[in-house]
């Protein structure tokens, strides 16, 4: 082979060979790079023979390069195609689709529209999530935007407010901006009135039932050919609250024959006699139903994108047609399922849980029982891997099942490394010690990092053990047991004797590893579960613990510290279990 072709080949090949190994993060092969190297190059096939030989060479050259420096030279011989890698790798890692026709604007923008009826449950999470992972994807700005104009039947709570958003900072999003419909009340009630000028709207004083009745066999309401002067009419006496709950209603005009009969003629606003619970808006009694009061506000905060559960389809539907009389464009909507999930006994609902916190079969909305996130947040779960498992549900149109062991098994990625480890016996027996064993155990802060140092436990005259762990009394063998980092002992008589064995015993079989904490010193602890209290006691480290710290109980699992209560009548350290 004549040394310019030489040159050429290994040339192309190094550069086949770095593609190979970067996309797939590993060594490349030689069969690998044969195909696509004369596939590029069908000129090098009349060397068919010699070729291989010389792209083994530039293989191995390839492979002892640390990927880094892998991905550094393919950059310098093919940039382009490490560009088109990269764009896969993005794709790849993303648990989310594209969203629809992002390239047509100019500015990604979307809105999370919470009723603020209450702190969020778990399964609110899921928008946040999703519409705080796209915002950072494409650069673009989200809103909160408190859709609270039913002042009677979805009534505000007037601290759910701070507490969603507190509820959104834990998950890791600050919105761009903050809204709250009601005190947008005379923005909607201006494009109202512009409705009511282009015969788009009109008052209506039929009951409920006798309007269905209509509706449902396509017959137009006999108010609907008012002239527009009477509507305004109507619609500001509306407004001035002349009217009482039930008396009066404002309706769009859509399509008295529509094949959807929950499209005809749909209500925009309606008379609430029952104050709002903020000041700020308690005097209004003429409120906007959520179809009319979100569809202009999405249009005026220019969003683009809007994510709504499945079952609320006729809602675009139903704003379309107030679009079109406005001559506005709708934004992109995404339909998703709706989320379940498993391990609650107690249902994810809002209404629900607030009358459970009520009858006190709660404790509150941080209850480890309670379905929500401030429980989540009080037992030591980070946002993070909430988000995590809310954006691995992907946007499906179909109800989709979450299950809390994926959100427990982020969580354990992120603080496994970085939380020490502690004994803790659940309602155990005092059992004597003999044997002269040591004065003090040193069992490790963390497996896996020496560098942390070990825990001083001084033992005393006896231990706790935990009733399921106390040997039966045999005498054979297998009666040793191993204290975990403190030593071997052999149960005799309702004693533990001290045997001097080391750690070999454990390693050949036939003698377990048993958690203990000593008698003298030991913590009290109450520890908060989905399933109730479990009391018992810790080593004497853990009352030394800031409350909010995290700790690995070994062989129960992770939990918060909250609290350390000391007095005279009661003396406890308060956890909350986190997750095996």
């Known amino acids: 082979m004549e040394d310019e072709l030489r040159e050429r080949v290994e040339r192309e090949a190094e550069k086949h060979a770095l593609l190979n190994a970067v996309k797939h993060e590993s060594d490349a092969a030689v069969g690998a790079v044969m195909g696509p190297l004369m596939g590029d190059n069908p000129d090098f096939r009349e060397h068919s023979d010699a070729v291989p030989g010389v792209v083994g060479g530039v293989v191995s050259r390839v492979?002892?390069?640390?990927?880094?420096?892998?991905?550094?030279?393919?950059?310098?011989?093919?940039?382009?195609?490490?560009?088109?890698?990269?764009a896969e790798e993005e794709e790849d890692k993303h648990d989310l689709p594209d969203l629809p026709n992002a390239d047509d604007y100019d500015e990604i923008r979307m809105r999370c529209a919470p009723n603020p009826n209450g702190p969020w449950h778990v399964g609110h999470a899921r928008m946040p999530a999703v519409i705080g992972t796209y915002r950072e994807r494409y650069d673009g700005w989200f809103c909160v935007r408190f859709d609270d104009t039913d002042p009677e039947t979805k009534r505000p709570d007037l601290e759910a407010y701070d507490a969603i958003l507190e509820d959104l900072d834990y998950l890791g999003f600050e919105p761009d901006a903050t809204y709250k419909a009601s005190d947008r009340l005379e923005t909607y009630y201006d494009h109202a009135r512009e409705l009511i000028e282009m015969g788009g709207?009109?008052?209506?004083?039929?009951?409920?039932?006798?309007?269905?009745?209509?509706?449902?066999?396509?017959?137009?309401?006999?108010?609907?050919?008012k002239d527009q002067e009477t509507v305004l009419e109507e619609f500001e006496a509306m407004i001035d609250g002349e009217y009482s709950s039930g008396e009066l209603v404002l309706r769009v005009k859509t399509d008295i024959e529509h094949k959807n009969p929950a499209l005809r003629d749909w209500v925009a606003f309606r008379m609430i006699d029952t104050p709002h619970p903020r000041e700020e808006a308690s005097e209004y009694r003429c409120w906007p139903m959520l179809d009319f009061q979100s569809g202009v506000d999405d249009h005026l905060l220019e969003?683009?994108?809007?994510?709504?559960?499945?079952?609320?389809?006729?809602?675009?539907?139903?704003?379309?047609?107030?679009?079109?009389?406005?001559?506005?464009?709708?934004?992109?909507?995404?339909?998703?399922?709706?989320?379940?999930?498993?391990?609650?006994?107690?249902k994810m609902s809002t209404s629900t849980i607030a009358e459970l916190i009520e009858e006190g079969k709660l404790d509150g909305w941080d209850d480890p029982r309670a379905p929500t996130l401030k429980s989540l947040r009080r037992r030591g779960i980070r946002g993070e891997a909430i988000v995590e498992a809310m954006t691995g549900l992907g946007t499906s149109t179909t109800d989709v099942d979450l299950a809390m062991s994926s959100i427990y098994a982020n969580n354990?990625?992120?603080?496994?490394?970085?939380?020490?480890?502690?004994?803790?016996?659940?309602?155990?027996?005092?059992?004597?010690?003999?044997?002269?064993?040591?004065?003090?155990?040193?069992?490790?802060?963390?497996?896996?990092?020496e560098e942390r140092g070990v825990?001083?436990?001084?033992?005393?005259?006896?231990?706790?053990?935990?009733?399921?762990?106390?040997?039966d009394g045999d005498e054979s063998e297998e009666q040793r047991i191993w204290l975990k980092g403190f030593g071997c002992f052999r149960f005799d008589d309702g004693v533990l004797r001290y045997t001097g064995d080391d750690i070999d015993v454990v390693r050949e079989g036939g003698v377990d590893v048993i958690h203990w904490v000593p008698a003298d010193g030991r913590v009290p602890v109450r520890m908060r579960t989905m399933d109730g209290d479990v009391t018992g006691h810790a080593e004497p480290g853990v009352a030394d613990l800031e409350p909010d710290e995290m700790v690995q109980f070994e062989r129960v699992g992770f939990a918060r510290i909250d609290r350390h209560d000391r007095d005279e009548d009661d003396e406890e350290t308060v956890a909350y279990y986190a997750h095996p």
């Not at 492979?63 to 093919?78: I, M, P, Q, S």
């Open 455 to 471: 825990r001083e436990i001084p033992v005393g005259d006896s231990v706790m053990l935990e009733l399921g762990d106390i040997p």
């Open 63 to 86: 492979n002892d390069l640390a990927y880094e420096e892998k991905r550094a030279r393919l950059e310098e011989l093919a940039p382009e195609e490490l560009a088109e890698i990269e």
């Open 303 to 346: 969003i683009t994108h809007i994510i709504r559960g499945i079952d609320l389809q006729d809602s675009a539907k139903r704003q379309q047609f107030v679009y079109d009389y406005f001559g506005w464009e709708y934004p992109e909507v995404i339909h998703w399922g709706h989320v379940q999930l498993d391990d609650y006994d107690v």
């Open 201 to 225: 709207a009109y008052t209506c004083s039929c009951s409920g039932e006798a309007f269905s009745e209509l509706k449902n066999s396509g017959e137009a309401c006999p108010h609907r050919e």
């Open 412 to 449: 354990r990625d992120l603080i496994d490394e970085e939380t020490d480890r502690r004994f803790f016996v659940r309602d155990g027996n005092q059992i004597p010690l003999a044997g002269d064993p040591p004065a003090e155990a040193n069992p490790p802060l963390h497996p896996n990092h």
